[in-house]
DNA sequence: TTGTATGCGTTATCAT
DNA sequence: ATGATAACGCATACAA
């Protein structure tokens, strides 16, 4: 140990010594603070000066310990590394998350889980009580946090697809019907042969997105015309129209499970001389910063990060009111932003 | 109001519990639980298992009220909207942050501001004794958070660039350095009109980098070659590059202020017939996703970001120990990543 | 080495 | 409408 910094030694004004000031009891100038009925005008004036005067600002550890709130809400991240730093609507979320928040006069505290070390301290934070609620994005199947929110029965809500855990409030987009919307849209430019590069099979978005681009195509869909791999990578775009390519020479349309995704692949399309949108015409699926860095700009299902942001965080407010369960999934609508690739 | 949720009801054990639940008295649970000498190893050992029987978790307002320390270290993020979505350093520097509190044991908690009231909001939190340091990424010159920080005397780092104010930590990087060896690098590959496109001359980063780029061209610098904007976008470098191909055709060299900067006079550069680094060399400034998208790939320079987050908890938690005063620069070492723009 | 007692700054329940 | 007083759960100085 060393010295504490001479910040930590610090005191400041209490309740005691508004109280003082002001030549009334702790009780009311309490109740001045929390704006409660029964108060005189007068008292309220003098507990008000007093309080600039003395310079007080309330304690919230004290306040927390005696409320059991703390008027603050976690937004755990829990993202790897790399994906983290390039997933476009993660931001987005946040910050729709932090505008209900904030409106409704909660502090939003967002906790990344970047270790097995962090998972814990996470799990304890949440146990200490710094947080009345949770909001938890890109929750992992068999996640210990999810499992720890869910054990300890704090309001929580989940955003980005549903957890493998009942009785949990979520909310997501439809991607079964949003993949089937944008292949649709693809056929109706006249295209015959439709692969798909897939990726996250392991999470419902990955196989719903599949799902749709199959009803899309319906008797037409040709399983060998889909590849997928474990990241929404650019590599993985890269890869995956290399092994497309390679099955089918005559390829002439692609439904790229994301847009990174997509810009890899209309890297390999161009290299192997084909030109978009006239020879192939390729959609994505995100609409992040990389659509419109594509040559040409790149068609695609927008998410409406900021509004799933916003109605998690409504969520959690109403489970904190108990004006609602802990359950059931919410769909927000996605659009497609049509551009130049197909 | 309305019902309050079943999870603000509970009450969960204590020591208290575990007191009772081991036979012995709640100092020496204390004392067990954090982990100080005079313990007996039997006391010990029935106190651990009383805890796993009773299921407790200490409670974290009743500690900090005790301790006045919260073992959470703030950092927040002030940046607009739009920035905070595009701007690749700050998730670097988020992660690089925690890495290092996590491997203290302290928690990071990360603060938006986004409006006026955010801003007031976080001060109130600060105060409220949630955090036992904090670090503030690109404060603006006039920052009221910044002041109060200042003003309350909490344990703190500053990174991006320093703040107008004196005794404080910051750490960041030598523009001025990091400029002139990119800019010189350029010139080595035999340009010899050189650009460039500045931008936020508001702020000490701005500014720097221009005279960088002066300091490398020595005589040959020449003012009618220096455009600016406020902001560090794509549309900066696209209305840039235009006036600089406007007032001079024969330009050959261009020194962007970033790598969307870069990217957008790239474009413009193409589409103006110019070849790409035949007839013009271009460098930027980040190493953002931005630079590796480009055709060819951008060289610019590389900000340590991850470091640059380590380094500013490294100092708070410095602080926080009394280990170090709160004040001075620490500047951290760019490196070119040199690719074949130019 | 262990137990006891006090106080951290609030809010909330009583009287008054 | 206001004032006294008892918790909230913990850490710690002091006594044993």
Redesign the interface.
């Known amino acids: 140990?060393?010295?504490?910094?001479?910040?930590?030694r610090?005191r400041?004004a209490t309740i005691h010594d508004v109280a003082a000031a002001s030549g009334l009891s702790r009780g009311t100038v309490s109740r001045v603070i929390n704006g409660e009925r029964y108060v005189s005008a007068e008292a309220r004036d003098s507990v008000m000066s007093a309080i600039a005067e003395v310079g007080y600002?309330?304690?919230?550890?004290?306040r927390?310990?005696k409320t059991?709130?703390?008027h603050?809400i976690g937004l755990i991240v829990h993202e790897p590394?790399s994906l983290?730093?390039?997933d476009?609507n993660i931001?987005?979320i946040?910050?729709g998350t932090?505008?209900v928040l904030?409106?409704a006069?909660y502090?939003?505290?967002?906790?990344?889980v970047?270790?097995e070390?962090?998972s814990d301290?996470?799990a304890?934070?949440l146990?200490?009580?710094?947080v009345?609620g949770v909001i938890i994005i890109s929750a992992r199947e068999n996640d210990p946090i999810g499992r720890a929110v869910v054990a300890?029965?704090?309001?929580a809500a989940f955003v980005g697809h549903p957890p493998d855990i009942d009785g949990i409030a979520y909310v997501g987009i439809d991607n079964v019907q949003a993949a089937e919307a944008i292949t649709t849209r693809l056929l109706h430019t006249g295209r015959r042969r439709v692969g798909m590069i897939a990726s996250a099979l392991d999470r419902d978005s990955g196989r719903d997105r599949v799902a749709g681009f199959r009803a899309a195509l319906g008797d037409a869909f040709d399983p060998a015309l889909v590849v997928d791999y474990p990241l929404y990578s650019y590599d993985s775009g890269v890869e995956g129209m290399r092994r497309l390519l390679d099955r089918a020479p005559d390829i002439d349309g692609v439904f790229a499970a994301s847009d990174a995704i997509a810009?890899g692949a209309m890297d390999v399309l161009r290299a192997a001389g084909r030109s978009i949108p006239k020879d192939v015409g390729i959609v994505g699926f995100d609409d992040s910063?990389?659509a419109l860095?594509c040559?040409p700009p790149l068609s695609t299902v927008r998410q409406p990060a900021g509004d799933l942001g916003r109605m998690a965080a409504q969520r959690v407010l109403d489970?904190?009111?108990?004006?609602e369960s802990a359950t059931g999934g919410t769909f927000l609508e996605t659009v497609i932003a049509w551009r130049e690739s197909a």
Request: charged share 25%; net charge neutral.
């Open positions: 140990m060393s010295v504490p910094s001479e910040f930590a610090r400041s600002v309330p304690n919230t550890a004290a927390n310990l059991k709130r703390s603050a590394h983290f730093l390039e476009p931001g987005a946040l910050l932090n505008s904030s409106a006069d502090q939003l505290v967002s906790l990344i970047d270790s070390r962090d301290r996470v304890e934070y146990r200490g009580g710094f009345d300890m029965g704090i309001p810009a910063a990389w860095r040559q489970q904190l009111d108990g004006r």
